[in-house]
């Protein structure tokens, strides 16, 4: 419920400073993802324990993060990357996702929000994307398009009406298509 009220409350703020920026389409969905960001959405990775995590990356946590706990961690192994999820020991609401190079160095970092994907009108997606589509799936409709936060990176999730999943980077560069059926 808390989760609710900060996003009910941040909502306004966050449209606010939104409508400040020049945008043709009247939406700005940028949230400016770090360049050469090493993650991909439909990359899966595997649960670790705790105790695999390098050191480095514990000790990070440890120093940057006092009063955080480790709660989950997972290996992605395209570019052995590690992404962990942390939350204070005191307070469910701080949850946070972080995710590493396998010597320690923060990629990035954002909230641990599941809830925090916000539906884009059809109309509002990148012309690419859309041009992207036409050209690879003829035929096929968007189901649902989101704008999906990952480590504190941004990507649009496009469904499709056949359940199968496309990933683009915010300016509308494909990233990756999930088909696996999971809705995830």
Partial sequence: MKKCLKFLFFLPILFALNSCVNDDDGLNLSLNNPPNSSFLPCED???ISISSLP?????YIADNYPGYVIDEAEQFF???RFGVEIERDDDDDDDLELLFTEDG?????GDDDDDDDRTVPVANLPQSVLDYIEANYPGLSIGEAELELEYGLTFYEIELDDDIELYFS???TFLCRDDDGDGD
């Fill in 170 to 172: 915010e300016d509308g």
């Fill in 78 to 80: 395209n570019d052995v």
């Fill in 55 to 59: 050191q480095a990356i514990r000790d």
């Fill in 45 to 47: 990775g595997e649960d």
């Fill in 105 to 109: 160095v923060l990629i990035s970092s």
